[in-house]
């Protein structure tokens, strides 16, 4: 049997790059979605991999879409926890209900994923749990407080985590990004675009398969002997 990928937020950027490079390259996968329905059966039908419906924030969806996952499949032996938002906000402006969602949605549910697929990974004494944070959550950005704890703790998740079950053999790692081509820098305008990339000394902004790539190689057993590493795919924005 083939190994099988689970990857949270699999329906755009990112994630949706993802789910085709690893298709590609033979591995089962199946992915979440909770807003892009059309877009997740557009890939499911281009790679064959299995959408499944869930909000990520709730830890009774993740634990049903894991199931899901594990009834079609048998196992999960890569889990990529990469579904995520971002918001720009003054912390003075930043609501209870804006706070609590960006943190369920993007540390919290790396949390409840992780805890799900454990058990089975730490009784086939394998497994990798690879956590997609952000250059903002090593350095903080201004205006994004909320974005930046909650990737901020992503990388000490990944930290302990590695630290408790790598005697299990279970890799942990983290890859932190740049600013990259996805939707989710959209609202950047050119002359932010043109800065940012004078600001990074490859002089470019990054492409999804820049991460995809790096993804990959913590996946497979070329990368054996790394855990609990914090990998910037930034272009140097950030050394």
């Known amino acids: 049997m083939g190994k099988t990928v689970f990857i949270t937020?699999?329906?755009?950027?990112i994630g949706a790059c993802a789910v085709y490079e690893f298709a590609r390259l033979g591995y089962s996968v199946a992915f979440t979605y909770f807003k892009s329905k059309e877009k997740a059966e557009e890939i499911e039908k281009d790679t064959g991999a299995c959408g499944i419906y869930c909000d990520v924030s709730k830890s009774e969806d993740i634990k049903k879409a894991i199931k899901i996952a594990t009834d079609k499949h048998g196992k999960i032996d890569i889990l990529i926890n990469n579904a995520g938002i971002d918001e720009f906000a003054l912390l003075t402006d930043i609501t209870d209900e804006m706070w609590h969602n960006m943190i369920d949605t993007n540390l919290s549910s790396a949390f409840y994923a992780s805890r799900e697929v454990l058990p089975q990974m730490i009784s086939q004494k394998n497994g990798v749990i690879i956590n997609v944070s952000s250059m903002w959550g090593q350095v903080g950005?201004?205006?994004?407080?909320?974005?930046?704890?909650s990737k901020a703790g992503m990388i000490g998740l990944t930290k302990a985590l590695a630290k408790e079950v790598g005697p299990s053999n279970i890799r942990v790692n983290c890859v932190c990004p740049g600013v990259i081509d996805t939707d989710m820098n959209k609202h950047l305008s050119n002359d932010d675009l043109e800065q940012l990339k004078s600001d990074t000394p490859l002089g470019k902004i990054g492409k999804t398969e820049d991460v995809v790539n790096t993804l990959v190689y913590l996946s497979e057993d070329k990368s054996s002997f790394i855990t609990g590493q914090i990998l910037g795919v930034n272009g140097g924005y950030i050394i």
């Open 9 to 13: 937020g699999g329906s755009r950027g």
């Open 141 to 149: 950005a201004s205006c994004e407080a909320h974005y930046s704890v």
